[in-house]
Structures are given as C-alpha cells and as structure tokens.
C-alpha cells in the first residue's frame, strides 16, 4: 500500500501537464492557417501598392498638402501669366508662365513625400508596414509607386487649372492643349513634382525624420541657390553647378518639348535640354537607390555591432 500510494501520486500530476499542453497548443494551431495565406498575400507588389494607396488617401495630411500644392501652383501660375498678359510687352510669352508656381509647389510636395515615410516612423506604424510586407524593397517601392502617380496628377492639375484659369485673360495669345509642345507643360509638371516627391521620399527614408528630409529638400532647391550665386561671381565655374541643382533642371522637365527658338536659346548653357531632364532623374532616383541599399546595411551592421563575438 505504501509502495502503490507514491505510484499514484506521482502519477496523479502526469495527467495535469498534457492537459495543461493541450490548452496551451489549441490556440496556436488554427493560428498559422489565416496567417499563412494572409501574409502571402500581402506580400506581392501589388497588394502591397493598394494598400499604400489607401493608407495614403486615409491621411488628413495627404488632402490638405495636395490643396495646398494645387492652391500655390494654380495662385503664381495662373496670377503671373494673367499679369502678364496684361502688358503690351508681355502678351506674347505669357502663356508660358503657367509653370511659374511650380518653384512654390514643390515644396508642399515635398512635405507629402517627406510624410509618407517619416510619419510612419515617427508614429510607430512602420513595425505593422513591415510585418505585412517583410521585404524592405518592396515596401519602398510601393510607396514611390503610389507616392510617383499622386504628386504626377497634383502637378498635372495644378498647371491644367493654371491654363484654364488664364486662357479667358489671355485671349487670343493664350496656348493650345492641342499643341504638342504646349501640352508638354501639362505632364512634364507632372513629373516635376513626382521627381521632387520621390527625391524627398528617398531622403526620408535614410533620415527618418520630417524636418530632416524637408530641411536637405528645401535647402537644395532654394537655399543653397544664393550662396553659389553669389560665388558665380567671382567664379565662373559656380555656374555650372547652379544649372545642375534640382530647381534648375526642373525647368527642362517642365517643358519637355521645346519649340525651336528655346532649344538654341539653351546652346550657350553648360547642359543641353536631355542632359537637364537626365540630371533631374538621377536627383530623384539616387536617394532612391541609396534608401534601398544602404538602409538594410545599416540596420545590419547594427546589429553585428551589437552582438557578442
């Protein structure tokens, strides 16, 4: 009896742990199941993009920064070439002038690219951002996709209303739309400002900081302007420097179809009219490629760092 008692009682508290196992592994085993094809999903390119777009567009901070663009755009370019128009002298190249309140847009647009990364980070969204979409790439890409067709159809907009807005001042001198070379101004603002945007979105995502991002955008397209312009006149070689700054080749992409006259115009110039609309490329594609490949570098090498040998 003392020999079968021990046998029982230990015997007793064996039964409790799988029990205890069985309660403790019920949950987790339909767990894997949703998850499993749920995260697959998410991680293809273009439910990645879907869901930024509607992450974008459930920001108050995306409408009132695409009002902005648009109201400071539309404000200068159509107000300028209205003005314009107005002077004997200046009816002739006013129609030109609805691209003039881009210089101011681009800013707004810049503060849109800047938030779409750097807000995530600031708010602790971007640990759920990875954790749907694992692949940095990916999930970089995606936004610049969604970021790139937002600021191209704000930038399209914007001088669309500019033209419409002035035409009726303008009267006969105002442009056509069904001129090739006029029609330029109406997508290459567009891509002025989704070049701007992606500039500012690779810059933020090395940065992760709002003012950091915004203050680099600013200062390369307005700031660091006066400086050199002030040393291009002792140095004559400050100039071509000048001319391949972010706010100078814009310009070029602006008004990507340039009549006769304002291509020989732009011969006395360091850089030709595609060598411009390439260095704005590159201005929006290198932090691009930089946030891509060094950021995972980084993050590694911090961790290395961080671990014992």
């Known amino acids: 009896m ?47 993009v879907r869901a930024e777009w509607i992450k974008l567009w459930s920001l108050r901070s995306t409408w009132i920064t695409s009002f902005i663009a648009i109201a400071l755009t539309v404000l200068f370019g159509a107000g300028i070439a209205i003005a314009s128009g107005q002077r004997p002298e200046g009816q002739e190249s006013a129609k030109d002038l609805i691209t003039t309140g881009l210089a101011f847009g681009q800013i707004v647009v810049s503060v849109l690219g800047a938030l779409v990364i750097t807000g995530e980070y ?4 971007i640990r759920s951002s990875l954790a749907a979409v694992p692949r940095r790439g990916h999930l970089l890409l995606a936004k610049a996709v969604v970021l790139a067709i937002v600021s191209f159809l704000l930038g399209s907009l914007s001088v669309f209303l500019s033209w419409a807005i002035s035409k009726p001042f303008l009267g006969e001198h105002a442009g056509s739309l069904t001129d090739a070379h006029y029609a330029g101004y109406i997508w290459g603002s567009g891509l002025v400002f989704a070049g701007i945007a992606l500039m500012t979105l690779g810059i933020g995502f090395l ?19 006066l400086p050199l312009q002030l040393a291009a006149g002792q140095w004559n070689w400050v100039n071509k420097i000048i001319e391949c700054l972010p706010i100078s080749v814009s310009s070029a992409v602006s008004n990507p179809l340039p009549e006769a006259a304002q291509s020989s115009a732009e011969g006395a110039q360091f850089l030709t009219h595609g060598q411009a609309i390439a260095v704005f490329a590159a201005w929006a594609l290198i932090p691009l490629i930089a946030a891509w490949a060094l950021v995972p570098l980084i993050a590694a090498w911090f961790v290395f760092s961080r671990r014992d040998a």
């Not at 230990?10 to 499993?36: D, E, F, L, Q």
């Not at 992760?208 to 955008?217: E, F, K, L, N, P």
């Open 122 to 125: 600031a708010s602790g969204q």
């Open 2 to 48: 003392s020999t079968h008692t021990p046998a029982h009682a230990s015997a007793a508290p064996a039964h409790p742990a799988p029990t205890r196992t069985a309660v403790g592994t019920a949950p987790a085993c339909p767990a894997p199941r949703p998850a499993g094809p749920h995260i697959q999903g998410r991680q293809t390119l273009l439910r990645s």
């Open 207 to 225: 940065l992760r900081s709002t003012a950091g991002a915004i203050t680099v955008v600013v200062s390369l397209l307005f700031v660091i302007l």
